[in-house]
């Protein structure tokens, strides 16, 4: 039996997630505001998100999305971009522990 996969955004709702899907996919498809300047192709930090739990069920991050992050605000171990961080395990708890950090959620958004 395959056990239930939770992506927890703080201060938002929990949300069913996948393996494959991306944090950002997960939060688009629950309508969590995170924003995504680029179109999710690791040319901006604008969806930098802190994995507050369950960081090592993602895939490992790019050189690519290591020098974006560099441009991100509130950067930490844990800081990953939404659309490079992809689900590849479901973590022992099965929840995801995602803060989207508060500079992200007051900044005005683009329509996309």
């Not at 790019?62 to 171990?77: H, P």
Request: hydrophobic share 35%.
């Amino acid at each position: 039996m395959t056990k239930e996969l939770i992506v927890r955004f703080s201060g938002e709702k929990d949300c069913q997630a996948s393996i494959g899907e991306s944090l950002l996919d997960v939060a688009l498809r629950n309508d969590i505001d995170l924003d995504h300047a680029c179109g999710a192709v690791c040319a901006c930090s604008t969806c930098h998100v802190r994995v507050e739990s369950g960081l090592d069920c993602l895939n490992e991050s790019s050189e690519d999305e290591e020098d974006q992050l560099d441009t991100a605000r509130d950067l930490g171990l844990d800081s990953r971009l939404g659309c490079q961080a992809v689900i590849e395990r479901v973590p022992e708890s099965g929840v995801i522990e995602v803060r989207i950090p508060e500079w992200n959620v007051n900044l005005a958004r683009e329509a996309h």
